[in-house]
């Protein structure tokens, strides 16, 4: 892979696949590629000059074209993975060639259920702050970088790693974060003990002269990480500033990626964590800030779509602006996840003042019989929460345009791993 000059990417504008085609273009190669549709994404990538098709077709690739990446939603049945074997064309998945670039660098990789993101983020920020010049792929747009990629020199890598079908494995991590470990992809992992092996592999190969960075006192963790080789470092240990970011969970990452930047560098200053966390002014679509309404409610959006998550960041909204009334718009991904944790879904949203839902967010998956948002909002309004759902995005933007509930005293959040936050976006323009 790494004797290829010029590389094709399917699926471009997937928030990894996107990373890491700057970090290719970083090292010194020409890169393009295609997507399905256009997106915050796609033209953040055509601002930097990489050129982004959209659509599919196999005529899209250049003659020139010496390997192809695709991202790993992309089938093999696809027209353009199909015509780049036509040609002859290596080709490799984000993280297999993610993998390959981490077996040439100190790598430090971010995995964990919830958190990731932000730790990554905090973690790149510490140590480009520290001047250590870290390249670093994140699993959003940092505002602090306005990219999801952070350029810097060829020694060292920061990563976010994904679980989701053990993608987390194709990594060779010196340093592995574990923010929290708590069953989710049930559309892949069976059960908890499933989920839990991945990591367990993941702690076990990290070498003798690494580290794993957690939580060790949580039980789940502890199993997680007996026996490992590498020696383990207690996150909760750490002090951090006050933050910009809400919640309890936001400090835990704090702590994640200070802790991972110490044991990375144990000479690294106080000052320089400091100063990088309590300046860091998070991700697009974590608890982002999108505007107000012109009745004067606020409007944020948040990336939340597992329970845990949504509970959480409902209890921070919260401690953020007491005496508010929170409207959460929510956009349940998969049909799996919405079947597996209905009960857990109703009952995090619940602790909201009212709900709309939007129709589940299918991704991958089709549709299976008797679970929708219609059936969530039931068992939300059975809780009693006011909740109701509706047909289409198009449908919530119009419920909020027209309804005379958004009051200065209301702070809505759109939330969800879909689009949803196309409709704070409008809301905020109405």
């Known amino acids: ?46 601002e930097k000059g990489i050129n982004v098709s959209i659509g ?48 040439n660098v100190r790598t430090i990789a971010v995995a964990g259920t919830h958190g990731k993101t932000t730790t990554t983020g905090m973690l790149a920020k510490i140590l480009q702050r520290a001047g ?21 020199g060829p020694d060292l890598l920061v990563v976010e790693a994904c679980e989701y079908r053990d993608h987390l494995l194709k990594l060779s991590p010196e340093i ?29 190969r990290v070498p003798a002269h690494g580290a794993i960075v957690t939580n060790p006192n949580d039980p789940i963790i502890a199993d997680v990480i007996q026996g490992v080789s590498a020696r ?16 309890e969970f936001n400090r835990d990452n704090a702590r994640a990626a200070a802790a991972a930047a110490r044991v990375a560098f144990p000479t690294l200053k106080q000052s320089a964590i ?57 956009h349940p991904h998969l049909y799996s996840r919405t079947r597996d944790f209905m009960g857990a879904f109703a009952k995090a949203l619940a602790t909201a003042d009212e709900v709309i839902l939007a129709p589940i967010y299918a991704a991958r998956e089709h549709s299976i019989p008797g679970i929708s948002s219609h059936a969530l909002a039931e068992k939300v309004s059975a809780l009693g929460t006011p909740a109701q759902a509706l047909d289409s995005l198009h449908e919530v933007y ?11 005293r209301t702070l809505l959040i759109t939330m969800g791993a879909g689009d949803i936050y196309k409709v704070a976006d409008q809301i905020v323009d109405v």
């Open 132 to 152: 250590k010049e870290p390249m670093a792929i994140v699993g959003s747009i940092v505002k602090d970088f306005n990219s999801n990629f952070l350029p810097g």
């Open 398 to 408: 119009l419920h909020f345009s027209r309804t005379s509930h958004l009051a200065p």
């Open 56 to 103: 599919h077709d196999k005529c899209l690739i250049p003659a020139d074209t010496e390997f192809l990446i695709y991202s790993d939603a992309v089938p093999a049945e696809n027209v353009e993975r199909a015509g780049a074997r036509e040609m002859a064309i290596p080709e490799l998945s984000y993280f297999e060639a993610l993998g390959e670039i981490s077996k």
């Open 176 to 204: 592995l974060v574990i923010t929290n470990v708590e069953l989710d992809h049930t559309d892949y992992f069976p059960d908890l003990a499933a989920l839990k092996q991945t990591f367990r592999t993941a702690a076990e």
């Open 232 to 247: 383990v470092d207690d996150f909760t240990q750490e002090n951090v500033p006050a933050l910009g970011l809400i919640g």
């Open 274 to 330: 400091d100063d990088a966390l309590a300046h860091f002014q998070g991700s697009w679509r974590r608890f982002e800030y999108k505007g107000e309404t012109q009745s004067g409610a606020l409007v944020f959006d948040d990336y939340a779509h597992h329970p845990t998550a949504i509970a959480k960041t409902i209890e921070a909204a919260r401690e953020k602006f007491p005496g508010k009334r929170i409207i959460i718009a929510f």
């Open 1 to 46: 892979m790494f004797e290829f000059k010029r590389v094709y990417m399917v699926g471009i504008g997937g928030i990894g696949m996107s990373a890491l085609a700057q970090l290719l273009v970083h090292q010194g190669k020409e890169v393009s590629g295609s997507d399905r549709e256009e997106s915050p994404v796609t033209s953040m990538l055509a």
